[in-house]
């Protein structure tokens, strides 16, 4: 209400809650039995972008799905790590036949076999 005693109009009350932000918190759990089925916590924060950016919120300024120049940093960066992971994988998966191909002579041979049917016999 403002001073004069008329009711705030629906832009004031708007215009209050995206400078000061409102918060709206709600748990939904669903039971039959009394065995929980379904439990949601909701957190719903409404407040303009500068005020959330003053709260330390402001993922979508990083967020590619709503800024252009991220976006383009994405698609520029994650063809390069995609890249620089499939190498490290094809790498690791390369130094790991080597090591089960070194695993698989150790076990055939004869030394390897003389142990193991000495450990069978214990």
Not at 72 to 84: K, V, Y
Request: proline share 2%.
């Amino acid at each position: 209400m403002s001073g004069r005693g008329q009711p705030d109009s629906l832009a004031d009350v708007l215009e209050r809650v995206l400078d000061k932000g409102i918060v709206i918190v709600g748990d939904i759990v669903v039971n039959v039995l009394d065995i929980e089925l379904l439990s949601l916590k909701l957190r719903l924060f409404v407040a303009s972008a500068q005020t959330a950016q003053e709260m330390g919120m402001d993922w979508w300024t990083r967020d590619p799905f709503f800024t252009s120049q991220g976006r383009e940093s994405e698609l520029d960066s994650s063809g390069e790590q995609r890249r620089g992971e499939r190498a490290r994988l094809e790498a690791e998966n390369h130094d790991l036949r080597k090591r089960l191909e070194a695993l698989e002579r150790l076990v055939a041979s004869p030394e390897a076999r003389a142990v193991a049917d000495k450990q069978g016999d214990a």
